[in-house]
């Protein structure tokens, strides 16, 4: 078989000819190719494409494995640090940086509205260790790290080009954060963003003083990040590592024991996160609309070469061998891919900034998503795939031999053909299948977590967040005297009802690991850990949020000693410690404190909207203060109203203090759900896509059968039988495909559940009412499709049926 | 049997509609054996399928028996049309993926007879038509006399009192067209009534009447 551009150009012309197939089957290839492409831009960016640093490989996180966690990251003492670096013969370099999402922040004045930024504390190591330099300047080192010289600040790409108009003057500029000047020292490059995309300036981890967390040595708050030497894996790195903390168990047993092995895993898995799972089950769902979307072609492609039967039998009475039939076809379809495959790549670039903009906030790099050389390569091999599939087989079917071999089997060629329809049909529903799993079991999923009782109201919550840090505020009494303050400012304003606030918002994480120490009968006995934490609140909290008081009382602003410390804790751990008894009036020991139970909260969901429930326990922010503090303020009617009378409220406390997140507490509840919610829209597309296109394949396929068979179907007529008749086997035709696909896509569908498992809450991936449920709504809509011109066939008219013939 | 009052066919066409029939009037009594002839274009063809209660886009009265089929509703017309009525095309109408078993089993099955019933039908049937060593063939491995012949059997298999044959010879050579016109002549022995179309003169003969055409115009009977 030899091709030269005569043929292809017969080929486009012969397209041309039909411009009505040529525009659907290229339409549903370039959505096809196109979504596959697009999706595969998040994955070859977020997964495959190599982290901006040098030689990305070789960088690891260095974390604690523990026999009763598992293993434990972001959890070193700067003295443990010390001693396992020192130690760490595996890496040519491990360094530490301190970052909080949410709490790790400086308040900024001086270029102009007060910010609260997100700050990086690193050592000295950190941009050696990654091997990367700034763009503008410098970054600091170990020289810089130390007090008296760790004045300075590197700014990302991002903050520079905001607030500095990408001015290679800011260098050298000074900023004021928390009352103190720092000078700029670098501007770092604009697809560096660690440890998280959300990182704004880069500061000297000497910077974290004893007064701001406890350096000692039970106390592990920084995170690592090592380069392996040469050669070296990550499990020899933690046998070595191991080896350390081992001995370090062995000499501080008071703080260590139970931290002596190791865990060491890629960098990339830290960045990355657990969205690798998510991403990987969205591939293979585009990647069954692209196969639904193909097969759709090939139906067109099959029906397209049995309606040129006669043309084949001129080409093949002329001479024309059954390969050179085959090639004939094949080149329509070679020149369908070709050009669907470019416009699929067109729709993925398209898609590329919607993506981008759908994914800030929500998955990792979402910023570098953009088309590279090896995205086009995958819609090229999208391209030799759809071509494999849209041609070959219909090609195959198409230039059979005609006249002998159906006058041997005594069975017309078109019944093949029909064979070739239905199974392709069948493909078509159980790939439709496959995804309406998904679609149904994510859509409960979704709905389920969105009705989760989390334990509070965020309705008519306004929240806002504040950082006290810095100059006055370093005064406990300050702070303490503002925070009041501003509590009665803000809770004169007309309609706010409730006005209270803590360290953290639910669901944002837990709290703080404190110990405590149970009194029974005037004595210690045991000693248990509030399993979400300790909670740092303000008189007022419980109210704000409406979480409930079920004994006792909350704080009030009498609540201000030390000597007996007032604490309330949740139903989780009094029904935990107290089973049988009353909790008010029980007694802990904090340190060296006594503490007493003054009331019993309802539980409240802290960590996020997934995570049940479980214990913890709160302390009067008053007496154990903290700078990060998120306010609630309930309102009467809606919390937008009130939003600019609570910035006044604190600007007339402090102008230069930023009010960083305010807005409607609703907002961050709809934000600790965006992924999923990300997640399931797109599953959820897919799967009406899915769907869609298998009730076109069912419709095309069927009224290709009716106009195939419309001479049958007047004798069935002449012969007797009913519209009914006519349509009830029309349609049965189709469905038995469809059921037999419909089958096929539920067996399939429980062989890969477990992929789907960790992205599900509280739904089995089994759920058979779920599966029921996506089985009934492919076989309803594919009957839908197969009635539509099953009706059209009941209503041929007999006469003319056998007169056309 | 039959009693056609006045029926005229037309289609629309611009200026004018044309007309396929006109003020056609014709009887057929039951047991008749009546041959439709006619040049091209006549109306034969249409008549049939008025006849055969195909078409009921004519204007007039249509009479089988007492019923005016030009006033049954579709559902009840087909009723009717399935009750008394067989059909034989001159291009046969077999059915290509069914075997010849298969073939004359189909008007039974849109009839409601019991399976095991057709079953004894259709094996007589085999049996009455000389076909039982064919019965398993499809329709592409047999000759056109063949298949013409398990038409017939088909058409009659359900016993309609009617039998409306549209050129059925058209397609045979001289030889073959001989035994289905013969076998015509039995089945009208044996009570059919048979209204046939034909241009041949000879098959004309087979029959006891000659209906004739022109122009849509009932030209001689």
Redesign the interface.
């Known amino acids: 078989m030899s091709l030269n551009w005569r043929e292809v150009r017969q080929a486009a012309r012969a397209l041309a000819r039909t411009p009505g197939f040529t525009l659907v089957a290229l339409s549903t290839l370039a959505l096809g190719i196109g979504a596959s492409t697009a999706i595969f831009t998040v994955v070859q960016t977020v997964l495959l494409r190599e982290l901006p640093f040098d030689h990305p490989a070789e960088l690891v996180q260095v974390g604690h494995l523990r026999a009763s966690r598992g293993p434990v990251f972001g959890g070193f003492s700067p003295q443990d640090f010390e001693d396992v670096r020192a130690a760490s013969g595996t890496l040519t370099s491990l360094s530490s940086y301190f970052y909080t999402p949410g709490l790790g922040t400086r308040n900024l004045t001086g270029l102009g509205e007060p910010l609260n930024v997100a700050a990086v504390m690193a050592d000295g190591r950190l941009f050696g260790t990654l091997g990367v330099s700034a763009v503008q300047g410098r970054t600091f080192d170990a020289a810089d790290d130390v007090p008296g010289a760790n004045q300075v600040v590197v700014l990302s790409d991002g903050f520079w080009r905001t607030h500095f108009g990408a001015d290679p003057a800011a260098v050298g500029r000074t900023v004021q954060m928390d009352g103190q000047t720092f000078r700029i020292i670098g501007v770092m490059p604009p697809d560096f963003a660690f440890p998280s995309a959300e990182a704004q300036v880069w500061l000297p981890l000497s910077l974290v003083t004893d007064n701001d967390v406890p350096h000692l040595r039970q106390v592990r708050w920084l995170d690592t990040v090592g380069r392996l030497a040469a050669g070296v894996t990550p499990e020899e790195a933690a046998a070595q590592v191991s080896g350390a903390m081992a001995r370090l168990a062995r000499d501080f047993p008071e703080s260590n024991t139970d931290w002596d092995r190791a865990s060491v895993r890629p960098l990339a898995d830290q960045l990355i996160g657990n969205v690798r799972a998510p991403l990987m089950a969205l591939m293979a769902a585009v990647g069954v609309v692209f196969l639904i979307a193909v097969v759709n072609v090939a139906h067109l492609m099959l029906a397209r070469g049995l309606g040129r039967v006669r043309e084949l039998s001129i080409r093949a009475a002329l001479g024309a061998t059954r390969a050179r039939l085959v090639g004939h076809l094949l080149l329509e379809s070679a020149v369908l891919a070709t050009v669907g495959s470019a416009l699929g790549l067109l729709v993925a670039w398209l898609a590329t900034p919607l993506l981008t903009s759908i994914a800030a906030g929500t998955l990792p790099r979402a910023t570098e998503i953009a088309i590279d050389p090896v995205v086009a390569g995958y819609a090229v091999l999208a391209g030799v795939v759809a071509f494999l599939i849209v041609g070959i087989l219909p090609a195959l079917r198409s230039a059979e031999p005609t006249a002998d071999a159906s006058i041997r089997e005594g069975r017309g060629q078109t019944g093949a053909g029909h064979r070739l329809a239905s199974g392709l049909l069948a493909a078509e529903s159980g790939f439709a299948v496959l995804l309406l799993c998904g679609t149904v079991l994510t859509l409960s999923s979704l709905w389920k977590l969105t009705h989760v009782d989390p334990g509070f109201s965020a309705d008519q919550v306004a929240s806002f967040r504040l950082v006290l840090q810095g100059g006055r505020y370093e005064t406990r009494a300050y702070s303490e005297a503002f925070r009041r303050a501003l509590r009665e400012r803000v809770a004169q304003i007309p309609g706010v009802q409730a006005v209270g606030g803590g360290k953290r918002a639910p669901l944002t994480g837990g709290g703080e690991p404190y110990s405590l120490r149970v009194v029974r009968n005037g004595g210690v006995t045991d000693t248990i850990t509030p399993a979400a934490g300790m909670f740092m609140v303000t008189p007022g909290y419980f109210d704000a949020l409406s979480i409930p008081m079920l004994a006792g009382r909350e704080f009030t602003a009498a609540d201000t000693t030390r000597e007996i410390i007032p604490m309330v804790v949740s139903e989780a751990l009094a029904d935990q410690v107290w089973p049988e008894q009353d909790a008010v009036g029980q007694r802990f020991q904090i340190g060296g404190s006594d503490a007493v139970v003054i009331g019993v909260a309802g539980d409240v969901r802290q960590q996020s909207l997934q995570d049940p429930a479980v214990s913890m326990a709160y302390l009067p922010l008053g007496v154990f203060p903290r700078s990060a503090f998120n306010g609630f303020v309930r309102v009467a009617g809606s919390p937008l109203g009130y939003l600019a009378a609570i910035r006044a409220a604190v600007r007339e406390l402090d102008p230069d203090l930023p009010v960083s997140d305010l807005g409607p507490l609703t907002s961050q509840i709809e934000s600790s759900v965006a992924r999923p919610r990300l997640f399931t829209a797109l599953v959820a597309m897919f799967g009406t896509t899915a769907l869609l296109l298998a009730s076109l394949g069912v419709y095309g396929v069927v009224a290709q059968g009716v106009a195939r068979r419309r001479r049958e179907i007047g004798i069935r007529m002449v012969l007797g039988a009913r519209a009914a008749s006519v349509i009830r086997m029309v349609v049965s035709d189709a469905m038995r495909a469809a059921v037999v696909g419909a089958g096929a896509g539920l067996v399939a569908f429980l062989a890969v559940s477990r992929v789907l498992r960790s992205q599900l809450y509280q739904v089995q991936p089994t759920d058979p009412m779920a599966l029921t449920l996506a089985a009934a709504g492919l076989l309803g809509t594919a009957w839908l499709a197969a009635w539509l011109p099953a009706r059209r066939a009941a209503s041929i008219d007999p006469g003319d049926a056998l007169r056309s013939e | 049997m039959i009693r056609l009052v006045n029926v005229e066919k037309s289609v629309p066409t611009r200026p004018s509609p044309t007309f396929l029939l006109r003020q056609l009037n014709l009887q057929v009594q039951a047991g008749e054996f009546v041959t439709i002839m006619g040049p091209s274009g006549a109306g034969k ?1 249409t008549l049939l ?1 008025i006849l ?1 209660m ?2 009921s886009e004519h204007t007039g009265e249509y009479w089988f028996g007492d019923h005016a089929v030009h006033a049954l509703a579709p559902k009840a017309r ?1 009723a009717l ?2 009750a008394s009525v067989g ?1 034989v ?1 001159q ?1 046969y ?5 069914l075997t010849v078993a298969e073939n004359l089993d ?2 039974l099955g ?2 409601n007879v019991p399976s095991k019933e057709r079953q004894a039908i259709v094996a007589d049937t085999l049996d009455r038509f000389r076909m039982v060593g064919k019965k398993d ?2 329709p ?2 047999l000759s056109g006399g063949q298949q013409q012949l398990v038409a017939v059997a ?1 058409a009659v298999i ?1 016993k309609p009192p009617l039998l409306l044959a549209d050129e059925p010879t058209g397609n045979l050579h001289s030889e073959q067209g001989r035994k289905i016109m013969e076998l015509f002549r039995r089945l009208n022995e044996e009570g059919t009534t048979i209204v046939q179309v034909t241009h041949s003169e000879e098959n004309a003969r087979y029959g006891h009447r000659i209906v004739r055409l022109n122009d849509g115009w009932l030209s001689g009977d």
């Open positions: 063809s399928a055969g195909l078409d087909h049309a399935r059909f095309f291009q109408h077999l059915l290509d993926d189909v008007p849109y009839r063939l499809f592409a491995q088909r359900a």
